[in-house]
T-cell receptor, first 111, second 114 residues
């Protein structure tokens, strides 16, 4: 059973701080990694994708991937109250056709 | 360009009834995925379909659940003889190719079983 693990939180950060969200996965052959944001009662929204080791930056978001450690993270700089949501890590299976999701980390940004 | 369309948005059924959830993928997308989300939990994969084919149904319960994606019309997730444990949010997602591409999610159907 392929697994994606996330700390459920909640992770509380003050406005303007950096929020760091972490995710580990069990399928060593996974090739594609995604971060989705989900507001309460809403559908998941893709915010970042990363496919190779290293960092990928997009605005205030930076995704980091370390395949050797089977670890992917998301950094949110200058956190805003509107960033308060559940962040879902998702990983593709090496020999499968689907995304496997973690349970999500609740982020709360306090103004 | 409309996104992934799901209906109904909310569905209430009594135990033993049937639930039918519909999903129309984004234009140009031929791959449809169904996920279930229980309160305070992540998304659990149920089934992956292409037009007229079920590619992977490893997440579908063996009984009462079925899915289809006909040549014409939306994808349908059907739950027969619903039980209270079926109450959840059911999300449909589509992609232009495989799951290695980005998934775009619909607004979901909240199923409540009384």
């Amino acid at each position: 059973q392929k697994e994606v693990e996330q700390n459920s939180g909640p992770l509380s950060v003050p406005e303007g701080a950096i929020a760091s969200l972490n995710c580990t996965y069990s399928d060593r052959g996974s090739q594609s990694f995604f971060w989705y944001r989900q507001y309460s009662g809403k559908s998941p929204e893709l915010i970042m994708s990363i496919y190779s080791n290293g960092d990928k930056e997009d605005g205030r978001f930076t995704a980091q991937l370390n395949k050797a450690s089977q670890y992917v993270s998301l950094l949110i700089r200058d956190s805003q109250p509107s960033d308060s949501a559940t962040y879902l890590c998702a990983v593709t299976e090496e020999y499968g056709n689907k995304l496997v999701f973690g349970a999500g980390t609740i982020l709360r940004v306090k103004s | 360009n409309a996104g992934v369309m799901q209906n109904p948005r909310h569905l209430v059924r009594r135990r033993g009834q049937e639930a039918r959830l519909r999903c129309s993928p984004m234009k140009g997308h031929s791959h449809v995925y169904w996920y279930r989300q229980l309160p305070e939990e992540g998304l659990k994969f149920m089934v992956y379909l292409q037009k007229e084919n079920i590619i992977d149904e490893s997440g579908m319960p063996k009984e009462r659940f079925s899915a289809e994606f006909p040549k014409e019309g939306p994808s349908i997730l059907r739950i027969q003889q619903v039980v209270r444990g079926d109450s959840a949010a059911y999300f449909c997602a589509s992609s232009p190719r495989t799951a290695n591409e980005k998934l775009f999610f619909g607004s979901g159907t909240q199923l409540s079983v009384l």
